[in-house]
Protein backbone atom coordinates (compact mmCIF):
# COMPACT_ATOMS: atom_id res chain seq x y z
CA UNK A 1 0.00 0.00 0.00
CA UNK A 2 1.04 3.86 -0.76
CA UNK A 3 2.35 6.14 2.00
CA UNK A 4 -0.47 7.90 3.36
CA UNK A 5 -0.15 11.17 4.05
CA UNK A 6 -1.56 12.72 7.50
CA UNK A 7 -3.50 15.70 7.42
CA UNK A 8 -4.75 16.53 10.84
CA UNK A 9 -7.35 14.74 13.50
CA UNK A 10 -10.65 14.90 13.25
CA UNK A 11 -13.66 15.19 15.88
CA UNK A 12 -14.53 12.19 16.54
CA UNK A 13 -10.71 11.36 16.47
CA UNK A 14 -10.56 9.57 13.07
CA UNK A 15 -7.13 10.81 11.32
CA UNK A 16 -7.65 12.64 8.01
CA UNK A 17 -5.22 11.45 5.11
CA UNK A 18 -4.46 11.41 1.47
CA UNK A 19 -4.04 8.03 -0.24
CA UNK A 20 -4.51 8.06 -4.40
CA UNK A 21 -3.45 4.40 -3.44
CA UNK A 22 -6.68 3.38 -1.95
CA UNK A 23 -8.39 5.16 -4.50
CA UNK A 24 -7.03 4.01 -7.34
CA UNK A 25 -7.32 0.08 -6.00
CA UNK A 26 -11.08 0.83 -6.48
CA UNK A 27 -10.68 2.75 -9.52
CA UNK A 28 -9.05 0.45 -11.44
CA UNK A 29 -10.91 -2.66 -10.62
CA UNK A 30 -14.38 -1.05 -11.80
CA UNK A 31 -12.88 1.42 -14.22
CA UNK A 32 -14.95 0.08 -17.14
CA UNK A 33 -18.01 0.75 -15.08
CA UNK A 34 -17.53 4.43 -14.15
CA UNK A 35 -19.97 4.93 -16.95
CA UNK A 36 -22.52 4.42 -14.54
CA UNK A 37 -22.50 7.15 -12.68
CA UNK A 38 -23.00 8.97 -15.66
CA UNK A 39 -25.91 6.81 -17.51
CA UNK A 40 -29.51 6.87 -16.71
CA UNK A 41 -30.89 4.59 -13.75
CA UNK A 42 -31.66 0.47 -14.98
CA UNK A 43 -31.33 -2.56 -11.90
CA UNK A 44 -27.69 -3.13 -13.52
CA UNK A 45 -26.05 -0.11 -13.35
CA UNK A 46 -27.93 1.00 -10.01
CA UNK A 47 -26.35 -2.16 -8.17
CA UNK A 48 -22.44 -1.57 -10.06
CA UNK A 49 -22.81 2.20 -9.04
CA UNK A 50 -23.58 1.11 -5.47
CA UNK A 51 -20.81 -1.41 -5.04
CA UNK A 52 -18.23 1.51 -6.28
CA UNK A 53 -19.62 4.34 -3.97
CA UNK A 54 -19.96 2.40 -0.94
CA UNK A 55 -16.31 1.43 -1.40
CA UNK A 56 -15.41 4.80 -1.91
CA UNK A 57 -17.62 6.22 0.68
CA UNK A 58 -16.21 3.29 3.57
CA UNK A 59 -12.79 4.38 2.80
CA UNK A 60 -13.87 8.03 3.21
CA UNK A 61 -15.23 7.60 6.39
CA UNK A 62 -11.46 6.28 7.43
CA UNK A 63 -10.13 9.51 7.02
CA UNK A 64 -9.04 9.22 3.22
CA UNK A 65 -9.52 12.87 1.75
CA UNK A 66 -9.00 11.72 -1.82
CA UNK A 67 -11.37 9.36 -1.35
CA UNK A 68 -14.14 11.94 -0.31
CA UNK A 69 -13.19 13.82 -3.43
CA UNK A 70 -13.75 10.97 -5.48
CA UNK A 71 -16.92 9.85 -4.53
CA UNK A 72 -18.87 13.97 -4.39
CA UNK A 73 -16.61 14.12 -8.22
CA UNK A 74 -18.71 11.02 -9.43
CA UNK A 75 -22.35 11.29 -6.89
CA UNK A 76 -22.01 14.39 -8.65
CA UNK A 77 -22.54 13.24 -12.62
CA UNK A 78 -25.53 11.45 -11.03
CA UNK A 79 -27.23 14.24 -9.57
CA UNK A 80 -27.45 16.37 -11.99
CA UNK A 81 -28.90 13.80 -14.46
CA UNK A 82 -31.23 13.04 -10.77
CA UNK A 83 -31.73 17.09 -11.43
CA UNK A 84 -32.91 17.28 -14.92
CA UNK A 85 -34.95 14.42 -15.31
CA UNK A 86 -36.33 13.73 -11.73
CA UNK A 87 -39.18 15.79 -10.51
CA UNK A 88 -38.28 14.84 -6.89
CA UNK A 89 -34.74 16.54 -6.90
CA UNK A 90 -35.46 19.04 -9.19
CA UNK A 91 -35.84 21.73 -6.40
CA UNK A 92 -31.87 21.42 -6.15
CA UNK A 93 -31.13 23.25 -9.68
CA UNK A 94 -29.51 26.41 -8.55
CA UNK A 95 -28.42 25.31 -5.12
CA UNK A 96 -24.75 23.21 -6.26
CA UNK A 97 -23.23 24.91 -3.30
CA UNK A 98 -25.78 23.36 -1.01
CA UNK A 99 -25.37 19.92 -2.84
CA UNK A 100 -22.05 19.39 -1.97
CA UNK A 101 -22.74 20.20 1.45
CA UNK A 102 -25.45 17.80 1.34
CA UNK A 103 -22.99 15.16 -0.30
CA UNK A 104 -20.77 15.39 2.52
CA UNK A 105 -22.89 14.79 4.73
CA UNK A 106 -24.28 11.61 3.64
CA UNK A 107 -20.32 10.65 3.21
CA UNK A 108 -20.23 11.25 6.51
CA UNK A 109 -23.55 9.71 8.44
CA UNK A 110 -23.96 6.39 5.67
CA UNK A 111 -23.76 3.60 8.00
CA UNK A 112 -24.18 0.45 5.17
CA UNK A 113 -27.56 -0.25 5.32
CA UNK A 114 -28.87 -0.97 2.07
CA UNK A 115 -27.77 1.32 -1.20
CA UNK A 116 -25.76 4.75 -0.93
CA UNK A 117 -27.17 6.18 -3.66
CA UNK A 118 -30.50 5.47 -2.24
CA UNK A 119 -29.93 6.99 0.80
CA UNK A 120 -28.48 9.82 -0.70
CA UNK A 121 -31.66 10.65 -3.44
CA UNK A 122 -34.27 9.89 0.32
CA UNK A 123 -31.76 13.08 1.19
CA UNK A 124 -32.17 15.06 -1.01
CA UNK A 125 -35.40 14.67 -1.46
CA UNK A 126 -36.84 15.23 1.65
CA UNK A 127 -34.14 18.19 2.18
CA UNK A 128 -35.17 19.63 -0.76
CA UNK A 129 -39.11 20.15 0.23
CA UNK A 130 -38.18 23.06 2.20
CA UNK A 131 -36.41 25.05 -0.78
CA UNK A 132 -37.67 27.10 -2.63
CA UNK A 133 -36.86 26.86 -6.77
CA UNK A 134 -34.69 29.39 -7.64
CA UNK A 135 -36.24 31.70 -11.15
CA UNK A 136 -33.35 32.86 -13.30
CA UNK A 137 -33.50 36.03 -15.00
CA UNK A 138 -31.29 37.33 -17.57
CA UNK A 139 -29.68 40.30 -17.15
CA UNK A 140 -30.57 41.52 -20.77
CA UNK A 141 -34.37 41.52 -19.85
CA UNK A 142 -36.01 44.89 -20.03
CA UNK A 143 -37.66 45.72 -17.37
CA UNK A 144 -40.96 47.99 -16.43
CA UNK A 145 -41.69 50.33 -19.45
CA UNK A 146 -38.59 48.85 -21.31
CA UNK A 147 -36.65 51.61 -21.22
CA UNK A 148 -34.00 49.62 -18.70
CA UNK A 149 -32.48 46.52 -18.45
CA UNK A 150 -32.14 44.21 -15.20
CA UNK A 151 -28.67 45.16 -14.99
CA UNK A 152 -29.54 48.64 -15.06
CA UNK A 153 -30.65 47.64 -11.41
CA UNK A 154 -28.20 45.64 -9.85
CA UNK A 155 -25.72 47.27 -6.89
CA UNK A 156 -23.21 46.47 -4.73
CA UNK A 157 -23.38 47.32 -0.88
CA UNK A 158 -20.36 48.47 -0.29
CA UNK A 159 -19.90 47.22 3.74
CA UNK A 160 -21.53 43.83 3.43
CA UNK A 161 -20.52 42.95 -0.56
CA UNK A 162 -24.18 41.45 -1.10
CA UNK A 163 -25.41 42.06 -4.27
CA UNK A 164 -29.06 44.10 -4.23
CA UNK A 165 -31.30 44.49 -7.15
Same mark, same amino acid.
Given at each position: ?????????????? +??? @?? /?????? %????? &????????????????????????????????????????????????????????? +??? @?? /?????? %????? &??????????????????????????????????????????????????????????????
Amino acid at each position: MGQRQWITSRRNGT +KLY @RS /KTEVKI %ILRKY &EEKLYTFLTPDDKDNNSIRDIISIALVRIAQKGNVTAKQEIIKLVGFTVDEWIEHCP +KIA @RW /KGYEYL %IQKRI &EGCVRCYRYSGSFMGYLFKTLEYAGKGLRPITEYSLDEHLYSGQKKRIDEIAQNPETEEILI
